[in-house]
């Protein structure tokens, strides 16, 4: 049986798909079976699919299913896959709880911005609710500037559980999106070695 990652935070525009992609991405890179299944009404990470996939051979399955069957296509796809990588709709509420159930981890994307860290408490309060281990991570990140080490102080003092890897602020993640691919199949530069470093921190603490 596969491991289920579910992507999710309340404010819309953190970069749930740009992690969720990029992770499957990085997954089907180094051997593993993946399938993404996409639960937003709005479809980002639809149409990132099926750009993928008419340019070819995409290395992954994909699915969509409401908020309420989400669980039910999970625990479906994670019969065949080693991961499921799962995004979601920009709220919290119980609409959430069906994916959250039947997943292993879930990710929660915090964007430099205060409003992204107000949004954090509620998925964060949601996944201890049903029992299921967050990790936070930065995404967009501009070091050095006195908004992120507000949030990285914030989170601090939080005591929750952060990915040491940061995502930086790079066009190479909207252009690749565009593009049905991550970030990885971009070329080699700071971006790759991100994502990579991240993939590891999530498997290792799914191990």
């Given at each position: 049986m596969g491991q289920i990652i579910t992507v999710a935070q309340q404010k819309g525009g953190s970069g749930k798909t740009t992690l969720a992609v990029n992770l499957a991405v990085a997954l089907s890179r180094a051997g593993h079976s993946v399938a993404v299944v996409d639960t937003d009404p709005q479809g980002s990470l639809g149409r990132w699919f099926m750009t993928r996939d008419e340019a070819g051979?995409?290395?992954?399955e994909f699915s969509t299913a409401s908020a309420w069957g989400a669980g039910y296509e999970c625990k479906k796809m994670a019969k065949t896959h080693d991961f499921v990588i799962v995004d979601t709709p920009p709220k919290v509420d119980s609409d959430l709880r069906p994916a959250l159930r039947e997943?292993?981890?879930?990710?929660?994307?915090?964007?430099?911005?205060?409003?992204?860290?107000?949004?954090?408490?509620?998925?964060?309060?949601?996944a201890e609710r049903v029992g299921v281990p967050t990790m936070v991570v930065l995404n967009r990140f501009k070091a050095g500037t006195r908004?992120?080490?507000?949030?990285?102080e914030a989170l601090a003092e939080r005591e929750v559980v952060r990915a040491e890897t940061v995502l930086g602020n790079r066009v190479a993640y909207a252009e690749s999106l565009g593009h049905g691919r991550g970030v990885q199949e971009q070329g080699r530069g700071a971006w790759s070695d991100e994502i990579s470093a991240l993939s590891e921190e999530i498997l290792r603490a799914l191990s």
């Open positions: 051979d995409p290395g992954m997943s292993s981890l879930v990710l929660v994307p915090v964007a430099t911005s205060q409003v992204d860290l107000w949004a954090l408490d509620s998925i964060l309060e949601l908004i992120s080490d507000e949030i990285t």
